[in-house]
């Protein structure tokens, strides 16, 4: 069965980095986007990244563009997310999920995706 897990959350000062992971399984990975989606308390899931089953579609949030770099390794089933420069709002918890449809783009609409993973907490705090 399709299966996403994600790892690498943790409490981290503002201004310091994270890499989370998410290991994929039950499918081909290859064939489909990723994206990483977040949620904070008291709040909506917010996309914050997708890349295209072949990497040549990247997108990234406002909110993070310049401090965090996605990318995968399809040989690997894993996609990862690089968060530097963190701050206290980028506290949430962080979801990968599956593309619903395979093809050559990515969107972060959370109706596009059909598998999530069960999410990892990042806290940013001093």
């Known amino acids: 069965q399709v299966q996403l897990v994600e790892s690498g959350g943790g409490l981290v000062q503002p201004g310091g980095s994270l890499r989370l992971s998410c290991a994929a399984s039950?499918?081909?990975?290859?064939?489909?986007?990723i994206a990483w989606f977040r949620q904070a308390p008291g709040k909506e899931r917010e996309g914050v990244s997708c890349?295209?089953?072949?990497?040549?579609?990247?997108y990234y949030a406002d909110s993070v563009e310049g401090r965090f770099t996605i990318s995968r390794d399809n040989a690997k089933n894993t996609v990862s997310l690089q968060m530097g420069s963190l701050k206290p709002e980028d506290t949430a918890i962080y979801y990968c999920?599956?593309?619903?449809?395979?093809?050559?783009?990515?969107?972060?609409?959370?109706?596009?995706?059909?598998?999530w993973g069960q999410g990892t907490q990042v806290t940013v705090s001093s």
């Open positions: 999920a599956k593309a619903a449809l395979s093809g050559p783009a990515c969107t972060v609409r959370v109706q596009g995706y059909n598998y």
């Open positions: 039950g499918f081909t990975l290859g064939y489909y986007a």
């Open positions: 890349i295209s089953s072949s990497s040549r579609s990247i």
